[in-house]
């Protein structure tokens, strides 16, 4: 026996060698081959598909190559025809907007511009800073044709602070003028002591000129009240005013107030204004400059008063600190030391 190989052999050779076979030949064939016989009839079915294939590509060839200069005329004709309705858009819009409908344009711009100059300036009125508010102007005769100027200004915003310069004016006379600051929120006293003047001063009004505000920067400081508390945390005790005292037959008073910073920052030339008060009314005003405040520093400071010494039942001490000013702080000291980590690490 020769096995299945043998018998696949024996019918591809018989199928290529041998001519083509009747159908009842054709059958026995198949009978003798088996499983492994090659049917003769489906290489023309293959050759009829490969057939049909061909004519449709050469039918797709013919149809292009008669063709093709037609199409290469309509696309050149339609990319014409798209640029002709560019040029004419582009006609007709320069024409409408610079004969046509000039006139009706700048009408229209002319009513948005008013328009939006209205919004700009209700915007700009509601997001700008509050004017400063001020108290009237109190004068205190001390003698000798002297006179002390006191207001109370108030910063009414919370996100703005403000540097100005003012001046008290009285009569035809002006007093020297004195910068300032007000931080937001804040309600301080301007004072201007001692000023000569020709008789009694009645009428007299503060200006304030070189008014610069400035808004808050978020970024920076996103929680101001913390950021000022730290800063000006200035603890005022045992506040005491005598007028008691007398030098060379001549009373003159005295106020002696502790301070202590209970910051983390040291300060040059702090200023503290004293206010005597006779029930809730100023009846006195004063301000004293220390070359220095440390951090976590007490102070004792004492102010003399000469003139007319008023009677008070209170003192008032403000402290005033231009914390935006940077020439204000003292620079940080400290030792440098060694780590006790790292020195035990290194043992």
Same mark, same amino acid.
């Given at each position: ?61 013919? @149809? ?96 703005? @602070? ?186």
């Amino acid at each position: 026996m020769l096995g299945k190989g043998w018998d696949a052999f024996v019918c591809l050779r018989v199928s290529c060698v041998s001519p083509p076979l009747p159908p009842q030949d054709s059958r026995v064939l198949s009978t003798v081959c088996g499983p492994h016989m090659i049917s003769a009839m489906e290489e023309p079915k293959l050759l009829l598909e490969e057939e049909k294939e061909f004519k449709r590509l050469y039918r797709l060839s013919v @149809w292009w190559v008669s063709h093709r200069a037609l199409l290469r005329r309509l696309g050149l004709g339609a990319l014409a025809a798209f640029d002709a309705m560019l040029l004419l858009f582009a006609l007709w819009t320069f024409l409408d907007s610079f004969a046509i409908s000039y006139g009706d344009d700048q009408r229209e711009v002319a009513k948005l511009a008013v328009f939006g100059q209205e919004d700009l300036r209700a915007y700009s009125k509601a997001s700008a800073a509050a004017p400063i508010a001020q108290e009237a102007v109190r004068v205190f005769d001390i003698g000798g044709n002297r006179q002390d100027f006191y207001t109370q200004l108030v910063n009414p915003n919370e996100d703005w @602070w403000v540097e100005f310069t003012s001046q008290f004016a009285f009569g035809n006379s002006l007093t020297p003028p004195s910068p300032g600051l007000l931080l937001p929120g804040e309600s301080k006293p301007v004072i201007a002591l001692a000023v000569e003047s020709n008789g009694p001063v009645s009428g007299a009004e503060l200006l304030l000129s070189n008014v610069i505000w400035h808004r808050l920067d978020a970024h920076e400081i996103p929680d101001y009240p913390t950021w000022q508390d730290d800063r000006l945390r200035m603890e005022i005790t045992d506040a005491v005013f005598t007028n008691e005292t007398g030098f060379e037959g001549k009373p003159f008073g005295r106020t002696t107030f502790q301070v202590f910073n209970n910051t983390a920052f040291g300060y040059y030339d702090p200023v503290f204004y004293v206010l005597l008060k006779r029930g809730a009314s100023v009846v006195g005003v004063n301000r004293v400059t220390v070359a220095s405040l440390g951090a976590g520093e007490r102070a004792e400071i004492a102010l003399n008063w000469f003139g007319i010494l008023p009677s008070a039942s209170a003192v008032e001490v403000v402290p005033d600190l231009a914390l935006f000013d940077p020439r204000v702080y003292q620079q940080l000291q400290g030792t440098t030391g060694i780590d006790a980590r790292t020195r035990a690490g290194s043992r």
